[in-house]
């Protein structure tokens, strides 16, 4: 059974920085399609960053050269994990970080992670 467990949100101020993490069980992250997705209040789930198996990565116009998506070191304790780094956050990148990936046809979501960014 696939899972992903997110950590890492908190509340921080505009220009502060955080760092998510998406532990996944049941799949092997360097040879699959990860992404991390965001939701605000009132507005539809929206694509932030995927990196794919060959590590081609994607960024949405709103969060480039702020956001940074990675995978942990293969051949240590963070193998199954991907990365978040968010700088220069703003009031706008509050949401509700997920991560995602697809197994066999299958969009599998994480839980969540809340981050909020306000003064």
């Known amino acids: 059974q696939v899972q992903l467990v997110e950590s890492g949100g908190g509340s921080v101020q505009p220009g502060g920085s955080l760092r998510l993490s998406c532990a996944a069980s049941?799949?092997?992250?360097?040879?699959?399609?990860m992404g991390w997705y965001r939701q605000a209040p009132g507005k539809e789930r929206e694509l932030v960053a995927t990196?794919?198996?060959?590590?081609?990565?994607?960024?949405?116009?709103a969060v480039k050269g702020r956001f940074s998506i990675s995978r942990g070191n293969p051949r240590g304790d963070a193998k199954n994990t991907v990365y978040l780094q968010m700088n220069g956050l703003n009031p706008e990148d509050t949401a509700v970080y997920y991560c995602k990936t697809n197994v066999y046809g299958r969009d599998v979501w994480g839980q969540g992670t809340q981050v909020t960014v306000s003064s």
């Open positions: 990196i794919v198996g060959g590590g081609t990565i994607n960024y949405a116009e």
């Open positions: 049941g799949i092997i992250v360097r040879l699959n399609g």
